[in-house]
Structures are given as structure tokens and as C-alpha cells.
């Protein structure tokens, strides 16, 4: 486990409180301080932080500090000592029909570690995570393993493909077969995947579940019931994916749980 602090951003915002009061209940299970940041410019009222960091502050090691400058660049430089950096799914200035805000996007995709994107209420579900078998999900694996061990969850190592779909009539019936066949082997390489971070976490009831279609579905519909959904930067597979492809951006679009992004 990782024992330096958590920082997390507010602006004001309603999103933030949600996120200042998620990386308070983790920073407290974890036994680790909290830094509640915040950025303004300099002709603004320092007094976001403070009262945010106020409301949290029982049980917690808390300080609060307001800095001068831009948001994106602030919360960066914040995240190269953090253990994780945690933010709202969008700020204050967000417009409203945005799922997710820039800030929040900006910094999920360049933090150079773990970053919280926070929405949904209180969840007690499993911690769900994807899967590719690729060196750069490793990070998310081992992450997704910490935070079931520390909350006490199960795990759910989620791996997605698409079957090849041929038109019904002659050899349909064997394709069923076939895809079954693939599917037991695709479980068999995620649960082998899988099993050096059970040894290491033996208190973790972790399981693999394969799935037909998008990784991006896949992992948005598991996140309705999941504690939280943990994901690599990048990867090679139909899960993982890439910030700069579809499966990030849909998920943090339309996760209903915290999703923590993971960076090599």
C-alpha cells in the first residue's frame, strides 16, 4: 500500500465536495494524509480549499492549499508526490451538458499517476478492472487488487472480444462450440494473469469474467454495480484500450462508479 498522500482538487463545485468527501473516506482507510487543493487566479479569493478541507477533517489528516495559478498545471505538479490524485467528474465551470470537464479530463489523461474520477454515491460492490494481458495494464491489476484488499471487496478482472459472426445456415451451430471453447481459453489466460496478484492479496476474492462486444459497454455496464472501475493508460487489447481511443473516454463519460485511470 501506498503511504504518501492523497490530493485532491475543488473548485466549489458540487462535483468536487463529492470528490473531497470519496478521497477523505480513502485517505482515512489508508491511514494517509489528505491535501484538499485548489487553484484560482490571482485575483481571486483564496477560500475554496480551506472550507472544503473543514468539512472533512474529522478522522483525517487534512491541510488545505489554495495556489495561484492554473487548475490543470496546479493539480499536475500537485500529482508527482501523490499517492493519488482525485478529482470531480466536472467543475464549476463546466457546462452542463458535458458528462465530464476539462479539467478532469486533462488530468486523467496526463497525470503521471493514479488519478480518481469521482461519480456515483456510496458504493459497496466489487472493484472491477480491465484486462488485456498487456504490460501496461499490469498497473491497473495491482492498483485494482490494493484498493479491493484495502476496502474489503471483491475483484472482477473483465476482459471483452468480439466473436466473429457469420450468417446463420451451415456450420453456425459448430461456430457456438467453438466460440465456448474460446471463451473457457480466454478465462484460463486472464485467471493465469491473475493468479500472481492473488497470491499477493490472499484475502481477495477475485473472479474473470469474459464478455462478447465492446470493452467500453462492457466495462460501463459492470461499473452500474461496481465499487469503483480500475484502468490502464494504455494497452494493446480490446479492454484496456488507450486514452486516446474510444474505451477511456466512453467510460469516464458514463461510468456510474469512481473510475481510477493508472499510468505506467
Known amino acids: 500500500m501506498d503511504h ?3 490530493v ?3 473548485d466549489g463545485s458540487a462535483c468536487a465536495a463529492e470528490a473531497v468527501r470519496w478521497a477523505a473516506a480513502e485517505a482515512a482507510l489508508r491511514r494517509v494524509p489528505l491535501r484538499v487543493l485548489s487553484a484560482h487566479e490571482p485575483d ?3 477560500t475554496t480549499a480551506e ?3 473543514a468539512r472533512v477533517r474529522r478522522g483525517v489528516r487534512v491541510r488545505a492549499q489554495d495556489v495561484a495559478g492554473p ?3 496546479t493539480l ?3 500529482a508527482r508526490d501523490a499517492a493519488m490524485l482525485v478529482v470531480g467528474s466536472r467543475g464549476r465551470g463546466g457546462v452542463r451538458s458535458l458528462l465530464l470537464g476539462s479539467v478532469s479530463w486533462q488530468v486523467a489523461t496526463r497525470a503521471p499517476g493514479p488519478v480518481a474520477i469521482v461519480r456515483g454515491g456510496e458504493r459497496t460492490g466489487p472493484v472491477v478492472v480491465g484486462c488485456d494481458g498487456s504490460d501496461a495494464s499490469r498497473p491497473a491489476v495491482e492498483l485494482a487488487f490494493d484498493f479491493a484488499a484495502a476496502h474489503g471487496a471483491a475483484l472482477v478482472g473483465v476482459r471483452a472480444y468480439y466473436p466473429p459472426s457469420p450468417a446463420l445456415g451451415f456450420g453456425y451451430q459448430s461456430l457456438v462450440y467453438a466460440l465456448d471453447d474460446r471463451d473457457q481459453s480466454v478465462a484460463a489466460d486472464l485467471t493465469r494473469e491473475l493468479d500472481p496478484w492473488r497470491e499477493r492479496y490472499p484475502t481477495v476474492d477475485a473472479r474473470v469474467l469474459v464478455t462478447h462486444g465492446g470493452a467500453a459497454d462492457a466495462l460501463v455496464a459492470h461499473s452500474r454495480n461496481a465499487r469503483a472501475v480500475v484502468i490502464g493508460s494504455h494497452g494493446h487489447g480490446p479492454v484496456a484500450g488507450t486514452l486516446l481511443g474510444s474505451v477511456c473516454p466512453q467510460l469516464l463519460h458514463h461510468a456510474r ?3 481510477v485511470v493508472t499510468h505506467d
Open 4 to 6: 504518501r498522500e492523497i
Open 8 to 10: 485532491v482538487g475543488t
Open 44 to 46: 481571486q479569493p483564496a
Open 51 to 53: 472550507e472544503a478541507a
Open 71 to 73: 487548475a490543470v498545471q
Open 76 to 78: 499536475l505538479d500537485a
Open 257 to 259: 462508479c469512481p473510475v
